[in-house]
């Protein structure tokens, strides 16, 4: 059955979640399943594109660091044309698609031709990371605030804009993304700002697909540990702060 809300020339920006096809949400599992093209990122591939109708065309167009991949402008093109066709487009991308996916430039494109289009929320590979470890990422009094960053610029290297005031908040739970290789030097600087080294930390890697790791520490012993045996090729995030164990 055709589905109105998803009309021939429609773009549907549809967030994947960490990778556990159980965490799509409804609305995302619809639109896949209705879509004529499916142009996903490979962090939002594997089972969840079994939701994928049958008459669906699936396209990769993810990008990863260190790997050969897909130009932003190719992807923008790519889901334009497909709109411009009068193809019902699903462009599927991990976690939440608003944090730190690179929605903006492709509504941007959207918007300047013209065509329709939405935006589908879904599990952030943060929540799913907390959940699998059996913590919250707030409490009265103790993390009173949760912030996303990034843990690399456009050259993949630490920023150099960091608000480091904010980072080293005792009573903040961050949550690093794409920080892996960045991370030793992260921890130094938040260490020189005030953080205390043993500030509980937990690296997650491959959230919710069959091979995640979680491995708890401190800010300073996960550093060491990056360190010494650099990032896996598994994606992952750091989380710290007052809440980055289980009580």
Not at 24 to 42: E, I, M, N
Not at 88 to 97: E, I, N
Not at 142 to 155: E, L, P, S, Y
Not at 239 to 245: C, I, K, R, S, T
Request: glycine share 10%.
């Amino acid at each position: 059955m055709s589905d109105p809300s998803f009309p021939p020339g429609f773009v549907s920006l549809v967030s994947a979640g960490p990778g556990d096809p159980d965490l799509l949400t409804l609305k995302a599992a619809r639109r896949l399943a209705h879509a004529d093209v499916v142009l996903f990122d490979d962090l939002a591939s594997g089972p969840v594109l079994d939701h994928a109708g049958p008459q669906a065309d699936l396209i990769a167009v993810g990008k990863r660091a260190g790997r050969p991949s897909a130009k932003q402008d190719a992807v923008n093109a790519l889901v334009v044309q497909h709109a411009q066709a009068g193809r019902r487009v699903v462009r599927l991308k991990s976690g939440d698609s608003g944090i730190f996916g690179r929605l903006e430039e492709e509504l941007v494109a959207l918007t300047a031709a013209g065509i329709p289009w939405e935006i589908v929320p879904g599990v952030t590979s943060a929540s799913a990371a907390a959940a699998a470890m059996g913590m919250p990422l707030t409490r009265r009094l103790t993390a009173r605030r949760v912030q996303f960053v990034t843990g690399a610029d456009i050259t993949g290297q630490l920023p150099g804009d960091i608000n480091w005031a904010a980072l080293a908040d005792p009573l903040t739970t961050t949550v690093v993304f794409m920080g892996q290789r960045s991370f030793p030097k992260m921890a130094q600087g938040l260490i020189d700002h005030g953080l205390p080294p043993d500030t509980p930390a937990l690296l997650a890697e491959a959230v919710g697909h069959p091979g995640q790791r979680l491995l708890p520490g401190t800010v300073a012993s996960l550093a060491d540990l990056l360190s010494r045996d650099g990032p896996a090729s598994q994606p992952g995030l750091i989380l710290y702060g007052p809440l980055a164990l289980p009580a």
